[in-house]
């Protein structure tokens, strides 16, 4: 559905096509005919390689200079147009609901289907000369700390699902289903321990991230070996932060790893000015001839900034840069613009031609965007089934809070919206002419700095048989560069929130806004406040997602992929990169794997209209022999009882099994359900530092009120129940996993013979 802005966006788009297309030599491409066309560069007979080569042959000093930064300056001589690498959003686009939110479905399909859209929108924009095909997506740092500003651009705190996220959205932007080439370009980012702006004395560029082998191995590297190994990523972005002791832009262990080991093929940009603080800040190289020199060392393709354009013609004289190295930065570059197809000439002639303006805020995507949300919202608290409200018993209603009449919805980097209409408004639509609806919004903003509105708000929904209050955070509290201080609601929300609810006929109803998880406890504990309801930034059709959940349109299946922890969590220092507990000093550790504290709410916790039970069918396996699948010679026994897994055991696809679960709907209501698959580790073998519980598969499945159904999750031992000792070495630990969900349990016992 397209509303009046949304044709008025489609007409501005159908305009600049029409512009373009009309002076069709304003679009400029690489090898474009008639001009340009005779280079072994623009020759889509020769393989990539050796067309990267060719076109670095014709390059001069200067002009591989001018190709090494963000900013690519056009080469006239070769009928080459300037090119802008980093490309965060589209200019106008569909906004799908952040991150956070959409890792909340727990629904693989939908990542994929969004990264593909993306791509869409992207192809389609860049055929009339209006974006790049390279992006700067997506974030794959775990959700480490709950202040974290950017935390609503991961996927959330579990290693095992930002990694099953990068994969599929990173498959779905780049067209995995397309026979050949890259689609678009993405991005894992940033690499790594990258998850702090600003706390203390410490800022992002000068940070040291002291990272234990265990904890890397377990936490701060599988994102990004899934988004590059199972995702098929062509970008790399490393961090502005140091790790151990290293900048992770001149840090040849790390960025070795992903090139050698994990087998990486693309190309690696430094974070925004990333090269310039190796010098600047870090003050780990002597001058910026030396950054310059240390980053290409390490890998670096690509300084997003100008350090370098300024830097490595003096590098080169002084002797610390071969032009070499520039070639070796060069290549990588070209292949992937080669991949890509841009030097094919004219985009609109190629493999993906027929796509443009039209193809953006298109009905299939506006609905996804709608999708998304109505799977990613999470039920926190529904006491006495409160909800969902039916529209046809209820004769008035009151929205209150500053955040109901948002429009932008989208959080951090998103553009200009095809649609957007605020939750007010949704609300509004949907329950018009059935009943009185009415509005205060009690703080003159999110900050809520002052009591002001309190008394026309209370009053308000005095007057209401029901009320809704919509608070939370929006990204003027929680962004990049700015990481909150607390865990709390700003300024009065909480003040209003009570307030409110002490006025109201009924218990009210909690809409939560925002991307970082919040202390609401007093709330959960309020037995005036009967339901909350967490919407994270649900994009531009959140508020009709909201609205139809409210009104058990949509049955609720979002689960948290978080952790929400209590205020007095803002005592543990930012940046401490431990993710395991320690209770010697006092340290409580981090998210549900390692997290001994006490908790406002878990990762996974989500409520549905409808209970459910589980059952492991008997054709879940109760024993795996190993012996049996593995060649003797791979298995390194260190003692009895666990099996090292070696680089090559990394995938040990011979073991992996299914568990089979039944899960059964007892309400009246259908709906998706995502079942979560943890295991624990057998008794009797747990190596110093494990978690107690790990999420190692899930499945989101439709539910039939009153059916069951049956789903298979896939376990690869060696991926998912092996643990990282204290020197970052994986081993499979040998005895009786205790796999769970819910409260169902089963056994399976990994034996050697
Ligand atoms: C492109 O490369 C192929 C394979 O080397 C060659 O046969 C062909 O002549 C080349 N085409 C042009 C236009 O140079
Ligand atoms: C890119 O470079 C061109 C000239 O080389 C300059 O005019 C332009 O401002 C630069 N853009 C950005 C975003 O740095
Ligand atoms: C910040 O720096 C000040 C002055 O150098 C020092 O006294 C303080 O301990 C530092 N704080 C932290 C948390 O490191
Ligand atoms: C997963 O997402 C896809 C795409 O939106 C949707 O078609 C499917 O129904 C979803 N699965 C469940 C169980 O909700
Ligand atoms: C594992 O479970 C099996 C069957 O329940 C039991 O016989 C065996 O003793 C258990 N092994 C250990 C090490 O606990």
Redesign the pocket.
């Known amino acids: 559905m397209c509303n009046k802005h949304c044709n008025l966006f489609f007409f501005i788009l159908l305009l600049i096509f029409h512009l373009l297309s009309s002076q069709s030599l304003s679009l400029e491409f690489p090898c474009k005919p008639p001009r340009h066309t005779n280079y072994p560069f623009c020759n889509t007979s020769l393989t990539i390689s050796a067309r990267a080569r060719s076109l670095i042959s014709l390059l001069t000093l200067s002009d591989k200079l001018h190709s090494l930064t963000t900013n690519a300056s056009s080469i006239p001589r070769l009928g080459i147009p300037p090119y802008q690498w980093g490309n965060h959003a589209l200019h106008a686009a569909t906004t799908f609901p952040q991150v956070i939110l959409t890792a909340a479905?727990f629904?693989r399909?939908?990542w994929y289907?969004i990264g593909s859209a993306i791509g869409v929108e992207a192809r389609a924009m860049y055929n009339v000369g209006q974006a790049g095909l390279t992006f700067w997506s997506p974030n794959v740092n775990v959700f480490r700390d709950p202040r974290w500003g950017r935390g609503q651009e991961t996927p959330g705190e579990d290693p095992m699902l930002v990694s099953a996220y990068a994969s599929e959205f990173v498959r779905g932007l780049q067209g995995a289903s397309h026979d050949q080439g890259l689609f678009t370009s993405a991005c894992c980012k940033h690499f790594t321990a990258y998850d702090l702006n600003k706390w203390a004395n410490f800022t992002k560029y000068n940070f040291n991230a002291l990272v234990t082998q265990q904890d890397l191995e377990d936490t701060y590297l599988p994102p990004f070996r899934s988004c590059i190994q199972q995702g098929g990523a062509s970008c790399l972005m490393c961090s502005f932060n140091q790790v151990n002791g290293v900048p992770a832009c001149a840090n040849e262990d790390l960025l070795g790893l992903a090139r050698s080991k994990w087998g990486f093929q693309g190309y690696i940009t430094s974070d925004c000015d990333a090269v310039a603080t190796v010098y600047e800040y870090h003050k780990y190289a002597k001058s910026p001839e030396d950054a310059v020199a240390d980053v290409l060392r390490a890998g670096v393709d690509l300084n997003c900034g100008t350090y370098m354009l300024r830097h490595t013609q003096s590098a080169i004289k002084q002797g610390k840069v071969e032009e070499e190295e520039l070639d070796r930065a060069l290549f990588n570059l070209f292949s992937v613009q080669l991949r890509l197809g841009m030097f094919d000439g004219d985009p609109r002639k190629g493999q993906f031609g027929k796509l443009g303006p039209w193809n953006v805020c298109t009905t299939e995507h506006t609905t996804?965007a709608l999708?998304?949300a109505r799977?990613g919202i999470v039920l926190l608290k529904n006491e006495n089934k409160i909800l969902p409200l039916d529209r046809g018993f209820i004769t008035s209603l009151a929205v209150i809070g500053p955040m109901a009449t948002e429009t932008k919805l989208g959080g951090d980097y998103s553009g200009v919206a095809c649609s957007s209409r605020s939750i007010y408004e949704e609300l509004q639509e949907f329950t018009k002419g059935l009943l009185s609806i009415s509005y205060a919004s009690g703080c003159h903003d999110i900050a809520c700095q002052s009591v002001e509105g309190f008394n026309e708000a209370i009053q308000t929904a005095k007057e209401a048989e029901y009320v809704i209050i919509v608070a939370g955070i929006d990204t003027t509290q929680e962004g990049e560069d700015h990481d909150r201080a607390s865990l709390v609601l700003p300024g009065e929300q909480m003040a209003l929130i009570s307030a409110i609810a002490d006025a109201s006929k009924r218990p009210v109803i909690l809409v939560l806004t925002g991307g970082g998880p919040l202390d609401v406890l007093s709330a959960d504990r309020n037995p005036l406040i009967a339901s909350i309801v967490w919407v994270g930034y649900p994009g531009e059709a959140g508020g009709k997602a909201l609205t139809e959940i409210i009104f058990g349109l949509v049955n609720p299946?979002g689960r948290l992929p978080m952790t929400w922890y209590p205020e007095s969590f803002t005592n543990v220092p930012m940046s401490d990169m431990n993710m395991r507990a320690d209770p010697s000093r006092g340290y409580p550790g981090r998210t549900y794997r390692f997290y001994t504290g006490t908790r406002v709410y878990g990762f996974g916790h989500g409520l549905s209209y409808s209970a459910f039970s589980y059952k492991f069918s008997s054709s879940s396996p109760s024993k795996i022999s190993l012996y049996t699948s593995v060649k003797a010679d791979k298995l390194l026994l260190e003692d009895v009882d666990h099996v090292l897994v070696d680089d090559d055991m990394q995938d040990c696809s011979t073991l992996r099994f299914e568990m089979q679960v039944s899960v059964m709907n007892l309400g009246d209501l259908d709906g998706?359900h995502v079942v979560m698959l943890f295991s624990r580790w057998p008794n009797n073998n747990v190596l110093e530092g494990s978690p107690t519980t790990q999420l190692v598969g899930f499945s989101?499945?439709?539910t039939v009120s009153y059916e069951s159904i049956e789903t298979s999750i896939l376990v690869d031992p060696c991926q998912h129940l092996s643990i990282a000792d204290e020197k970052g070495k994986r081993v499979l630990p040998l005895g009786n996993y205790t796999f769970t969900v819910g409260d169902t349990h089963h056994t399976l016992s990994l034996q050697i013979y």
């Open positions: 479905s629904n399909t939908l289907l996804l999708e998304a799977q299946a998706s989101s499945v439709h």
